[in-house]
C-alpha cells in the first residue's frame, strides 16, 4: 500500500556491500521531497539513520551512506557486520496523499 | 538526553477509544514536532500524525476523521487518542520526536528520537 517501494530482502557476507533502493513517483521523491532512513532491529523501535537523503546522525558508522537520484534513491552499507542484520526503511513526504510516508521496508540479512 | 516512553492500556475492546501518552523526559519540548507511528504485527511502519509544540497538528488523512493528538506542556507529555477502533487497528505504537530543521521546509520532516514502543491489542 506504500507509495515507497523497496526490496522486501537482501543477503550479503561479512564485509559485502549492500544497496537497498527506495523507488517513488513524481509526488513524492521525483517531486524532490527529501528521503530520510530508519534501521529497526529486531524487536526495537526504529533508530535515524540518515536524514536528508545523505546525512548521518551523531554516531552512525560511515559505513552507511545515503543517495538520491531523480525519483530513486538509495542507503548503502559497506563493510556489512552480522550487527546490521535489521530492518530499514525510507521515509518522505508524498503531495497526493498529502503525508508522511514510509517504504515497504527492507530486511537485511548477512549470511 | 531526550528520552520518551509509551504507556496506556495494552488492550482496547473494538468500537472503543484506543488512548496512550508519551512522556518526554531529559529534553525540551519546544521546536519540535511530536509524533507518533505504528507498525502492525510482521508488518511496516505508518506514521500517524503530529502536534507541534505550538499545538498545530498534522494527521495522516486515511486516519485523520478517528485521530487527536494532544500536548500538555505542563507534565511535558504528549497523547494519542485512536476512536472506534478495530482489529485492523492492532500494533506496536511508537511516539517519536520529530524534526525540522531551520529554514527548511515541513516536508523535510524526519523522527531522530524514538520511544521503546508499546503494543495495543483490539480485541473483545
Known amino acids: 500500500q506504500s507509495v515507497l517501494t523497496q526490496p522486501p530482502s537482501l543477503s550479503g557476507a561479512p564485509g559485502q556491500r549492500v544497496t537497498i533502493s527506495c523507488t517513488g513517483s513524481?509526488?513524492?521523491?521525483?517531486?524532490?521531497?527529501?528521503v530520510h532512513w530508519y534501521q529497526q532491529l529486531p524487536g526495537t523501535a526504529p533508530k535515524l539513520l540518515i536524514y536528508g537523503n545523505s546525512n548521518r546522525p551523531s554516531g552512525v558508522p560511515d559505513r552507511f551512506s545515503g543517495s538520491k537520484s531523480g525519483t530513486s534513491v538509495s542507503l548503502a552499507i559497506t563493510g556489512l557486520q552480522a550487527e546490521d542484520e535489521a530492518d530499514y526503511y525510507c521515509q518522505s513526504y508524498d503531495s497526493s496523499l498529502s503525508g508522511y510516508v514510509f517504504g515497504t521496508g527492507t530486511k537485511v540479512t548477512v549470511l | 538526553q531526550v528520552q520518551l516512553q509509551e504507556s496506556g492500556p495494552g488492550l482496547v475492546k473494538p468500537s472503543e477509544t484506543l488512548s496512550l501518552t508519551c512522556t518526554v523526559s531529559?529534553?525540551?519540548?519546544?521546536?519540535?514536532?511530536w509524533s507518533w507511528v505504528r507498525q502492525p504485527p510482521g508488518k511496516g511502519l505508518e506514521w500517524i500524525g503530529y502536534i507541534y509544540y505550538s499545538g498545530g497538528t498534522n494527521y495522516n488523512p486515511s486516519l485523520k476523521s478517528r485521530v487527536t493528538i494532544s500536548l500538555d506542556t505542563s507534565k511535558i507529555q504528549f497523547s494519542l487518542k485512536l476512536s472506534s477502533v478495530t482489529a485492523a487497528d492492532t500494533a506496536v505504537y511508537f511516539c517519536a520526536r520529530g524534526v525540522v530543521p531551520a529554514a527548511m521546509p515541513l516536508y523535510y520532516y524526519y523522527m531522530d528520537v524514538w520511544g521503546k514502543g508499546t503494543t495495543v491489542t483490539v480485541s473483545s
Open positions: 513524481s509526488s513524492n521523491i521525483g517531486a524532490g521531497y527529501d
Open positions: 531529559a529534553g525540551s519540548i519546544s521546536s519540535f514536532y
